[in-house]
C-alpha cells in the first residue's frame, strides 16, 4: 500500500464519520403500533417504541387494505406498506363493510375499497351477502351456484335460499324442448321433465285416465302408458261437459261415459288393449254414439210407419180418383 492510498482511506473514514452520526440524527419515518407515523431521529423513535422506516418520510394518513385479512384500517401510507398491507391512496378512508362479489360468485362483506384490491366488485352501500343458491344464467339458461347478491349483479335469476343446480332433463317449452336444469326450465316457464328424460317431441299427453297433460315429451308420454297427441298439441278443454278433454276424447259432444269405448281397429270387437284384438291389430278408442239410442230407434220406427200408412192412404185415394 503506498501512502497516497492510506492518505486517501483515513481521509474517507474522517469524512464518513460524522455524516453517519448526522444520519442517526436527522428525522426519518418512524411507525408506531398504531399505524401513526413521525418524522424523528432513531433514537427518539426507538425511546418512544417506534420501528425507523429506513430513509422515507411519513406519507400522511390514509386508507389502508390489510392483504390477509381484507379489512380496512387507518395508517400513514409508509407504515400501511411497513406492515406489508396496500395504501389506497391520499384522501381515502375506510367505508362500513358492503358486499363484495368475486368471480367465482361467491361474496364476502368488505370495504369497498379493499374489496376492489382483493378482485372483487362492490355491490353498493347498503348491499349485502345472500347465501349461496342456484342462480340460472339469462342468456343460456344454465344453472351455476352463486351467492344472491352477485347472481342479481349478473343480470342472472336466484332461485331461492336452499336451491342447488341438479342434473339437466329435458323441458318442454310451448312445443319445443330443451335440456336444461329443472329450475331453470321453470324459469323460463317451461314445464320439466322427469330426472334423466331426454328431449324428443313436446306435446300434449292423453292418460290412461283420460286426464291430460301439456308439455309432456312423447317418451315420458309413452312411459306412463298414456298417448300421445303431436308435436306441438295442447289439452283442447271438455266442451261437452263430460270431465274429460277434448284432446283425449272418444265421443266429442256426447258424454263419453255412455258412448265412449275401445274396439279392435280390424274386427271392431270390443276390446280394452291390444292383447283383447288378433294378432296386427289395435285396440283404438271408439264412440258408439254414432249408432242410434232406443228413443233414437223410436223416432225411427214412427217415422217409417207414418211414411207407410201416408202412402197407404195416398194409394188409396189415387185409385179412386183414376177408378171415378
Ligand atoms: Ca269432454
Ligand atoms: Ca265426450
Redesign the pocket.
Known amino acids: 500500500m503506498t501512502i497516497s492510498t492510506r492518505t486517501f482511506i483515513v481521509v474517507l473514514v474522517l469524512a464518513v464519520a460524522p455524516a453517519r452520526v448526522a444520519l442517526s440524527q436527522i428525522p426519518y419515518a418512524c411507525c408506531f403500533p398504531d399505524d401513526t407515523c413521525q418524522d424523528i431521529d432513531s433514537a427518539t423513535c426507538a425511546a418512544d417504541g417506534g420501528i425507523m422506516q429506513g430513509l422515507a418520510l411519513c406519507g400522511g394518513t390514509e386508507a389502508c387494505c390489510g392483504s390477509t385479512i381484507g379489512a380496512c384500517y387507518i395508517a400513514d401510507r409508509v407504515c400501511c406498506l411497513a406492515n406489508g398491507d396496500t395504501p389506497q391512496g391520499p384522501g381515502t378512508a375506510c367505508s362500513a363493510p358492503e358486499a363484495c362479489c368475486f368471480g367465482n360468485n361467491t361474496c364476502q362483506m368488505l370495504d369497498p375499497l379493499c374489496c376492489v384490491d382483493q378482485g372483487g366488485t362492490p355491490q353498493g352501500p347498503g348491499s349485502t351477502c345472500g347465501g349461496m343458491e342456484a342462480c340460472c344464467d339469462s342468456g343460456n339458461s344454465s344453472c351455476y351456484m352463486a351467492d344472491r347478491t352477485c347472481c342479481l349483479a349478473n343480470g342472472d335469476t336466484p332461485n331461492g335460499p336452499g336451491s342447488v343446480c341438479t342434473a339437466t332433463a329435458a323441458c318442454c317449452l310451448s312445443g319445443t324442448c330443451e335440456v336444461l336444469d329443472p329450475l331453470c326450465c321453470l324459469v323460463r316457464g317451461g314445464v320439466p321433465q322427469a330426472p334423466g328424460t331426454t328431449c324428443g317431441e313436446c306435446g300434449s299427453c292423453c292418460l290412461a285416465d283420460k286426464d291430460c297433460l301439456d308439455d309432456i315429451v312423447n317418451g315420458t308420454c309413452a312411459a306412463v302408458g298414456g298417448s300421445f297427441n303431436g308435436e306441438g298439441s295442447i289439452c283442447l278443454g271438455d266442451s ?1 261437459g ?1 270431465g ?1 278433454d277434448d284432446q283425449c ?1 272418444n ?6 261415459a255412455i258412448f265412449g269405448t275401445f274396439v279392435c281397429s280390424e274386427t271392431g270387437l270390443v276390446c280394452e288393449t291390444d292383447a283383447d284384438c288378433a294378432p296386427g291389430e289395435t285396440c283404438k278408442k271408439a264412440c258408439l254414439g254414432k249408432i242410434p239410442t232406443v228413443s233414437e230407434w223410436g223416432l225411427i220406427v214412427l217415422s217409417l210407419l207414418l211414411l207407410t200408412a201416408g202412402k197407404i192412404y195416398f194409394g188409396y185415394h189415387r185409385r179412386r180418383l183414376v177408378g171415378a
Request: net charge negative.
Open positions: 261437452d263430460d274429460i276424447e265421443c266429442i259432444g256426447v258424454d263419453d
